[in-house]
């Protein structure tokens, strides 16, 4: 079982910048792939970004492909998004997931972090 919190969300302008941090506990983060989703109000929960255990793969939505970059650091037990040119259309709840396998769903879940873009 792991845990997994966000932190990092907030308001910002149009044009601007957040990154968000996740911090996992429990099994060794280094077994898990990782992945930030997205939910706006009335909307379906949908992946933004991936990585795989090692770090050596990323997978992005198209509606962020060039804005954000998913990382993560293994000996801090922490996945990243670094959001960049935020529109308010990114406003969302963002939130944290891991899973061991390399398909299917993510099991694993944060409480979510809340990312909200004003024009």
């Given at each position: 079982q792991v845990q997994l919190v966000e932190s990092g969300g907030g308001l910002v302008q149009a044009g601007g910048s957040l990154r968000l941090s996740c911090v996992a506990s429990g099994r060794t983060f280094s077994s898990y792939n990782?992945?930030?989703?997205r939910?706006?109000?009335?909307?379906?929960?949908?992946?933004?970004?991936?990585?795989?255990?090692?770090?050596d793969s990323?997978?992005?939505?198209?509606?962020?492909?060039?804005?954000?970059?998913?990382?993560?650091d293994n000996a801090k037990n922490?996945?990243?998004?670094?959001?960049?040119?935020?529109?308010?259309?990114d406003t969302a709840v963002?939130?944290?997931?891991?899973k061991t396998t390399t398909l299917g769903p993510y099991p694993y879940w944060g409480q979510g972090t809340q990312v909200t873009v004003s024009s």
């Open positions: 990782m992945a930030w989703f939910q706006a109000p009335g909307k379906e929960r949908n992946l933004v970004a991936a990585i795989r255990r090692s770090g990323t997978l992005y939505a198209d509606s962020v492909k060039g804005r954000f970059t998913i990382s993560r922490t996945v990243y998004l670094q959001m960049n040119s935020l529109k308010p259309e963002y939130y944290c997931a891991a």
